[in-house]
Structures are given as C-alpha cells and as structure tokens.
Nanobody, 125 residues
Framework: QVRLVESGGGSVQSGGSLTLSCVGS???????MGWFRQVPGKEHEAVAF???????SYADSVKGRFTISQVNAKNTVHLQMYSLKSEDTATYYC????????????????????WGQGTQVTVSS
C-alpha cells in the first residue's frame, strides 16, 4: 500500500524560507511525485513535480522561488521554498502517480492517485 508522509510545514515571515519533505513507502518503483497546495474554498493548485526520469516542472507562480528535488532511491522529495509570500499560505499536499504524463506545472489534482495528509504553511506579512 502506497503511503506518503509530509513534514516541514510551519509559520514564517514574508521573505523567509521553509523546506517540505515527503517520504513515500509501500512501492519499489519510481513515480511522478510532487506538491499541490490548497486554501479553504479553492481547488488544489499545482506547485512542483518531478517525474520518474527526473524531469522537473513548476507552476509559474513559484518558478525561481521554489526548488523540488528527489533523493533516497527516488522515494523522497523535498520542496525548498524561498522568498515566501503571504499568497503562498496554504495546506501543502504531497501527491504521486504512476503516470509520468501527469507531472506538469499545470497538473490536475484529480489525476493523482496517492496523497499525503497535508502540512500547513503560513506566511505572515
């Protein structure tokens, strides 16, 4: 059974940085992995993804500020977030799927099969 566990959320002032981590278990192959975020009353927004070949995609809103990386036999992804803004405040979810084609800066949450429980990021101005 695939399981994704996030860590690293918290509160930070505008301009600060945070790193989120997601550890996957229950599988022995590489998948498209990445991050969505969601604020109350809105749909999930794609943030950053890395596919099984290591190809990375970012949403336009985070390009140049966020960096996604993959380690540990590709079952762990990190999201380094710099120059955080108040509009980055959201619950961040790790997501994964076997279909690499879903890995895109404009990824759709409905395409992803596996999800973590979410971690809150709050950026105060």
């Amino acid at each position: 059974q695939v399981r994704l566990v996030e860590s690293g959320g918290g509160s930070v002032q505008s301009g600060g940085s945070l790193t989120l981590s997601c550890v996957g278990s229950g599988y022995d192959y590489t998948m498209c992995m990445g991050w969505f975020r969601q604020v109350p009353g809105k749909e999930h927004e794609a943030v950053a993804f890395i596919d099984s070949d290591g190809i990375i995609s970012y949403a336009d809103s985070v390009k140049g500020r966020f960096t996604i990386s993959q380690v540990n036999a590709k079952n762990t992804v990190h999201l380094q977030m710099y120059s955080l803004k108040s509009e980055d405040t959201a619950t961040y979810y790790c997501a994964a799927d076997e279909v690499d084609a879903y890995c895109s800066g404009s990824a759709s949450a409905t395409d992803f099969e596996y999800w973590g429980q979410g971690t809150q990021v709050t950026v105060s101005s």
